[in-house]
C-alpha cells in the first residue's frame, strides 16, 4: 500500500513569516511530487511540481525534494493571510495508479 | 468553457435512486480520473482512463460504474447508493496518459446519500 503522510495540523503561522509544510512518502519508486493547494469547499488546485532533488523556487513558494530520506517540503515566504488552506501533497509512483495523495495540512496564517 | 467542468455541483439521492455524475474537459488532455473525497481521509481515486480505456479500477464497489465515451467526457453512473458514499466526487484530467503531470480538477460534485 503506497502512503503519503502529512500532519493534519492546523498549522498557525503568523502573517509575514515563512510557512513550512512536510510530507513523507513510503514507496521509493516514486517519480514526481506536487503541491495542491485546496480551500474550503474548493477542488484542489496545483500550485507546485518537482521532480528532482533540490529545491524549486516559483515566487513565494518553494518546494524542497530529497529522495533518499522520501521526504517533500512546501515553503512559503511572506504568508499572507488568503494562503489560509489545505495543502495536499501528491505523489506518482512508478506504477499506473495515478496521483496518490496525503490527507493534506490545514494551513492558518494569522493577521 | 476552459478547464474541466463538472455536473451536478450538488446532488441528494435516496439510496433506491439512480444517478450520473458528468465531467467535461477542455484542455485535449488524454487521461480522465475520478476521486472521492470524504472527510478527514486523503482523495481517494477510484477509477483511471487514458486514451478512452479503463485501465485503473483501484475496487469500487459495483454500484459505482464510470463511462468514458470520448477523451474529453467521463461519466459516472451511481444506483443503490449507501449513505456512506456521501462525499465529494472530484473529477480530473491529465496529458500524458496515467503517468501525467499536474492534474487538473473540476469543481466537484457534492453528493449526499439519505
Known amino acids: 500500500q503506497k502512503e503519503v503522510e502529512q500532519n493534519s495540523g492546523p498549522l498557525s503561522v503568523p502573517e509575514g513569516a515563512i510557512a513550512s509544510l512536510n510530507c513523507t512518502y513510503s514507496?521509493?519508486?516514486?517519480?514526481?511530487f506536487f503541491w495542491y493547494r485546496q480551500y474550503s469547499g474548493k477542488s484542489p488546485e496545483l500550485i507546485m511540481s518537482?521532480?528532482?532533488?533540490g529545491d524549486k523556487e516559483d515566487g513565494r513558494f518553494t518546494a524542497q525534494l530529497n529522495k533518499a530520506s522520501q521526504y517533500v517540503s512546501l515553503l512559503i515566504r511572506d504568508s499572507q493571510p488568503s494562503d489560509s488552506a489545505t495543502y495536499l501533497c501528491?505523489?506518482?509512483?512508478?506504477?499506473?495508479?495515478?496521483?496518490?495523495f496525503g490527507k493534506g495540512t490545514h494551513l492558518i496564517i494569522q493577521p | 468553457e476552459t478547464g474541466v467542468t463538472q455536473t451536478p455541483r450538488h446532488l441528494v439521492m435516496g439510496m433506491t435512486n439512480k444517478k450520473s455524475l458528468k465531467c467535461e474537459q477542455h484542455l485535449g488532455h488524454n487521461a480522465m480520473y475520478w476521486y472521492k473525497q470524504s472527510a478527514k481521509k486523503p482523495l481517494e481515486l477510484m477509477f483511471v482512463y487514458s486514451l478512452e480505456e479503463r485501465v485503473e479500477n483501484n475496487s469500487v464497489p459495483s454500484r459505482f460504474s464510470p463511462e468514458c465515451p470520448n477523451s474529453s467526457h467521463l461519466f459516472l453512473h451511481l444506483h443503490t447508493l449507501q449513505p456512506e458514499d456521501s462525499a465529494l466526487y472530484l473529477c480530473?484530467?491529465?496529458?500524458?496518459?496515467?503517468f501525467g503531470y499536474g492534474y487538473t480538477f473540476g469543481s466537484g460534485t457534492r453528493l449526499t446519500v439519505v
Open positions: 501528491a505523489v506518482i509512483g512508478g506504477g499506473a495508479d495515478g496521483l496518490t
Open positions: 518537482i521532480y528532482s532533488n
Open positions: 480530473a484530467s491529465s496529458q500524458e496518459g496515467v
Open positions: 514507496d521509493r519508486g516514486s517519480q514526481s
